[in-house]
């Protein structure tokens, strides 16, 4: 697997990319009827033979459609074919598909699942921007009562293809089928939830068009940071992995261990926390690889050019002192890894952090922390992040269960390999911590969130049932061999 295909892609670049092809040469019926062959395909070899229903929509999706009815019932699967709009009206390509069809066309009525064993929901594509509504909407919602399986064309009719939002009625799907790479709303939620199974199909658009296109979308994986991924030559010693620094609470110092263990996991050589005297037994206790030192020792340690990036936040306490720590660290040049009470300290004020930080620097919040920073809005969750990166001129991790990776240059990753079991204390701080260990050994910011929020959801794949914040540290180990001997990408 390459960078190039974790592209990702909205519905207008799609778009272009389909243009593109034409142009070149490839006729736009010749796409449609590889797509149509490539759902088809994928319907045999899941179910055996039996009554179809395919729901048609007024467009190209719903051309692809009639190509999918007409090869089915060409193998002897009996097809039903509904159709939202006359056959009359419809223009180009998908005109051309529904005249090959030489089976009736029938009204869009949810009687035409009576008898059916499967259903082609072919009605709207990724394009869709608003709920569906009337006679779409009756159907839908028929196919979901159904409890029928349900296969998709490009994605499930209701969800929009560039934010994964579902406004209205959907009929999950069991498969999925969308061609060339995948879309936005396959992987942020609640689409990836709808999408069931998703395969990607060759229809022979040539991967140069990204190249041309530029696309700065992309699925989270290792092709997507590998190349930067710090590795242990045969002469380095611990100098050479990184010594980063993290500030430590005085009264709750779990968050702040959580995210050195995990920094010193994923590969930096040397640790310090800095913490207050009263805390340092609890800092030192627990790891002796680890050091801690007092508080009258942060001038010094960020003074010295061989220390760094910083992590502030974990259990820091927030605060003007916060606040006017964060800028000491930016003062002496260090990058730095902002969370928790690091974020809390300039709630409502992004535009604070926006004169500190450069696009090195690495911003972890959830879905809380992010409101409490830069305000609510009514607004994809993709669009808020980029946002968010492109205002404050930093790398932002929107942690979620589609955690969502902007860079302040446009480019951003989408994360769907994290369980649900990540969903408890101390989860976060351990991210915080792997994003610091990897910044340490020299990886740029966002290549280094990317990294971390990736194998963060692989190590917790590893553990299963019963995870906690620790587990997730210790099996990060087995999850860095996978990168680092480059077998597959995914777990």
Request: aromatic fraction near 4%; charge should be neutral.
């Amino acid at each position: 697997m390459t960078a190039s295909d974790l592209a990702l892609l909205t519905a207008a670049e799609m778009g272009e990319a389909d243009r593109r092809t034409i142009a070149a040469g490839t006729p736009g019926i010749v796409l449609m009827e590889r797509a149509g062959a490539a759902v088809a395909r994928a319907i045999r070899a899941r179910w055996s033979p039996r009554p179809v229903a395919v729901l048609c929509g007024p467009g190209n999706n719903g051309g692809d459609g009639y190509v999918v009815a007409r090869l089915l019932a060409k193998r002897g699967w009996p097809v039903r074919l509904a159709s939202l709009v006359p056959v009359r009206s419809l223009r180009g390509d998908a005109a051309e598909a529904a005249a090959q069809w030489r089976g009736r066309v029938e009204a869009p009525d949810p009687a035409v699942l009576d008898g059916a064993g499967l259903i082609v929901d072919a009605l709207f594509g990724a394009g869709l921007n608003r709920a569906p509504e009337g006679k779409a909407a009756a159907l839908i919602e028929a196919a979901a009562r159904s409890g029928l399986p349900v296969v998709a064309v490009d994605v499930p009719s209701g969800v929009f293809g560039d934010d994964g939002a579902a406004p209205g009625p959907v009929a999950p799907a069991a498969l999925t089928v969308t061609f060339f790479r995948r879309k936005p709303g396959h992987l942020l939620l609640p689409g990836r939830a709808l999408c069931g199974e998703t395969r990607v199909a060759d229809i022979g658009i040539d991967a140069a068009v990204l190249g041309e296109m530029g696309p700065c979308l992309s699925e989270n994986g290792p092709a997507l940071w590998r190349p930067a991924f710090p590795r242990i030559g045969p002469a380095q010693h611990k100098y050479d992995r990184g010594h980063p620094l993290i500030l430590g609470g005085g009264s709750l110092t779990g968050a702040a261990r959580l995210a050195a263990r995990a920094a010193r996991r994923i590969g930096a050589g040397l640790l310090t926390v800095v913490a207050p005297e009263a805390a340092l037994p609890a800092y030192r206790a627990d790891w002796p690889g680890a050091m801690a030192l007092p508080m009258e020792r942060w001038d010094g340690l960020l003074a010295d050019r061989r220390l760094g990036p910083v992590l502030i936040g974990p259990g820091a306490g927030a605060g003007p002192a916060l606040r006017e720590t964060v800028a000491a660290v930016r003062a002496a040049g260090k990058s730095l890894v902002l969370d928790a009470d690091g974020l809390a300290s300039f709630a409502g004020e992004p535009q604070a952090l926006a004169g500190l930080l450069d696009a090195d620097c690495v911003l972890t919040p959830h879905q809380g922390e992010f409101d409490r920073l830069f305000g609510r809005e009514e607004a994809p969750r993709l669009v808020r992040a980029q946002r968010a990166a492109a205002a404050i001129g930093a790398v932002v991790v929107l942690k979620g269960a589609d955690t969502v990776i902007a860079a302040p240059d446009g480019r951003a990753a989408i994360n769907a390999n994290a369980p649900p079991t990540l969903a408890t204390g101390g989860t976060g701080d351990v991210l915080a911590g792997m994003v610091l260990g990897l910044k340490a050994q020299g990886m740029p910011g966002f290549e280094a969130a990317c990294a971390a929020v990736w194998l963060h959801g692989g190590a917790a794949q590893r553990v299963g049932a019963g995870l906690i914040a620790e587990d997730v540290i210790d099996a990060l180990p087995r999850a860095l061999d996978r990168v680092l001997d480059r077998a597959l990408d995914r777990f």
